[in-house]
Structures are given as C-alpha cells and as structure tokens.
C-alpha cells in the first residue's frame, strides 16, 4: 500500500478563493509530481520536483504554484481559483528512475471552482 | 498526435473473460508503466517495465521494444476489475518529470 496521502479529497468553493491542496509522502521519495486531469482524459503535468527547494513547472500551464520545503511535503497553491481550475489533481512520488521509477500516486483531489 | 495510443478506448466484458489491452508508442523508452484508476479517482500502479513480460496474479504485461508495443491481459476477468487502464512511457530523451507521457486510458466494465 502506497504511503503517500493527499487532502481534501473533495473541494467545492467560490471564485477568487486561495486553496491549498496537500500532498504527503513518508517513503522518502526525492521526486514527486502534480498531476491535472479532467474527466475522461489523460494525466498531464503541472509541477514536479526532484528535491528539497526544487520545483518546475510541467508540461501543461498552470496558474498554480508549489513548494517543497521538506522532503516529504510538496503542497499545491492556487492563489484565486476560478471556474477553468475546476479538475481532479493527482500527486505522485518515485524513489528515481530505472528499477527505483515505480511510481505511487495519492487518492486524488477533485476540485470544483463555482 | 499522441505519443501513447490505448485501444480499446472502452470495452465491456462478461465476468470471466481473457481481457487485453493494448499500448502503442512512437518515442524510445526506458520504462513502460501500466497504471489502474478506480472510480474513486485514485491510482494504482500494476507493473513497471523495459523488457519481456511480468506477471502478477491475474495480469500480465507484456512489452516488445523493437515494435514500441505492450499489452496487459487478464485472465479470469471479475467485476472488481472494472476500471481505467492506463498506460504510460518514461521517454529516453528524458524532458520534464523524466519525460513521462500518459495514454488516455482504457476504461473497463467487467458485467455479472
């Protein structure tokens, strides 16, 4: 079973709210990843990180920011949601590539901007 | 276009049934992952792999590198397998987040 743990699990909120949505992992894993995905549609990247004060931005903008201060926490920011942030977002985590790239994904959160 | 292609995109089996699915790629990899998606939307990850063929239970993923094309089976298909089926490559050239792409998915129904 995967220790990696993402809250809330479901967000309803208005437009121009901040939100944080959490991500937490106690396997150690230097790299972890935020994932954007809409209903019926393939993951796409929004932020990833290799280490502690390491965070790039993915393959698909967003207005979302992230941090990773600790090696086991890497929190997504939207600093005024609107109703385009509506989705679900995955975190992962990966111990590194080659036989350590197994990937472990948290449950989801599944974002609705009003 | 892109770099993953799933088929079928949906399929709808009796409990029981040999299941496959297939993952089509046009890139050079180092990795094939075969993910499972619940309704839930939580991820799961089934097999990871660059060569050959891994068994787990009731799955089975298989990979050949020469015609970029894996499959996952599943023998004595059950309801408890309905899910999303997702196929992803770790890309050589590397990029962003170790260059991973995502197929769109298979979505699986498994009846009684």
């Known amino acids: 079973e995967a220790d990696i743990y993402q809250t809330p699990r479901y967000l309803v909120i208005g437009t121009g709210k901040k939100i944080t949505l959490e991500c937490s992992q106690t396997?150690?894993?230097?790299?972890m990843y935020w994932y954007q995905q809409d209903p019926g549609m393939e993951l796409h990247l929004i932020h990833y990180?290799?280490?502690?004060?390491?965070?790039e931005k993915g393959d698909l903008s967003s207005e979302s920011t992230v941090s990773r201060i600790r090696t086991e926490h890497f929190p997504l920011t939207l600093e005024s949601a609107r109703p385009s942030h509506t989705s679900q977002y995955l975190c992962a985590s990966s111990a590194g590539t080659g036989v350590a790239g197994e990937l472990f994904f948290g449950e989801g959160s599944r974002l609705t901007v009003l | 276009k892109n770099e993953v292609e799933q088929s079928p995109q949906n399929l709808t089996a009796q409990e029981g049934e040999f299941i496959t699915i297939n993952c089509s790629y046009s890139?050079?990899?180092?990795?094939l992952h075969w993910l499972q998606q619940h309704p839930g939307g939580g991820i799961v990850s089934l097999f990871m792999l660059s060569s050959g063929k891994k068994k787990h239970g009731r799955l089975i993923a298989t990979i050949n590198i020469q015609e970029k094309h894996s499959s996952l089976h599943i023998t004595a298909s059950h309801p408890r397998d309905s899910a999303v089926y997702i196929c992803a490559v770790r890309s050589l050239r590397g990029g962003g987040a170790d260059g991973l792409t995502f197929g769109k998915g298979t979505h699986l129904i498994i009846q009684p």
């Open positions: 990180s290799y280490g502690v004060n390491s965070t």
């Open positions: 396997m150690g894993h230097d790299k």
């Open positions: 890139v050079g990899i180092s990795a």
